[in-house]
């Protein structure tokens, strides 16, 4: 069956240190994104990318960085600058070419700062 | 902007009880509206979605119908078990792709 799987499940991280995500997908999806979900609250979103080699900053950018080598792949790296990462990190991807389609998520990875 | 409002939580129900989580949007245009759940240390699924006015959307007894006169797509079930008990979204996607998410509405359903 097709998904969407985001590794690792937990993840602990040094302050200092930069930690990467995973997320793969096999939907033949074009549309890939990170959302950051804190205790209580909404998404928000990170980073997307509507095709490979491509992508844009959404709205709480500063601190992480991402890649779209491959159409199939989106990691995200929360780097040293993001002052505070502790959070639950979701990805998601959907078809491009309009509005109707829903988003497919991943379970998440849950960063701790230790 | 596109925006979206959920109604605060949290909900509280016993079982089989009648459940209306309520969701209006701001936006231009005709968006696509969604529900999604999330269940406890999980990623959010898609409930149900309705993509023109007066559609409704239903799946595992769930309902909502897109109403553009008022802008709102309320979240339904006539009879709410204690395995629905999760966080919901209400979200819309405008016809450049972009989404939007309410802030979720934690339900709690009692046996």
């Known amino acids: 069956d097709g998904g969407i799987t985001q590794s690792p499940k937990y993840l602990f991280r040094k302050e200092g240190q930069n930690v990467t995500l995973s997320c793969e997908q096999n939907?033949?999806?074009?549309?890939m994104y990170w959302y950051r979900q804190d205790p209580g609250q909404g998404l928000r979103l990170i980073y997307y990318s509507q095709i490979v080699n491509d992508f844009q900053k959404g709205d709480i950018a500063e601190g992480y960085s991402v890649s779209r080598e491959k159409k199939e792949s989106f990691p995200l790296t929360v780097t040293s600058a993001q002052k505070n990462p502790t959070a639950f990190y979701l990805c998601?991807?959907?078809?491009?070419?309009?509005?109707?389609?829903?988003?497919?998520f991943g379970s998440g990875t849950r960063l701790t700062v230790v | 902007g596109n925006s979206v409002t959920q109604m605060e939580g949290p909900v509280t129900l016993s079982e089989e009880a009648f459940l209306t989580i309520n969701c209006t949007y701001t936006a231009t245009g005709y968006p696509s509206l969604f529900w999604y759940v999330q269940y406890p240390g999980e990623g959010l699924q898609l409930l149900l979605k309705a993509t023109k006015a007066d559609d409704k959307g239903s799946n595992k007894g769930f309902e909502a119908t897109y109403r553009k006169e008022t802008t709102s797509f309320h979240l339904e079930k006539g009879s709410v078990q204690v395995s629905d008990s999760a966080v919901y979204f209400c979200?819309?996607?405008?016809?450049?792709?972009?989404?939007?998410f309410g802030d979720g509405t934690t339900l709690t359903v009692k046996p």
């Open positions: 998601a991807s959907s078809m491009n070419g309009g509005q109707d389609y829903g988003y497919t």
């Open positions: 939907l033949n999806h074009d549309a």
């Open positions: 979200a819309l996607r405008n016809n450049a792709g972009k989404s939007t």
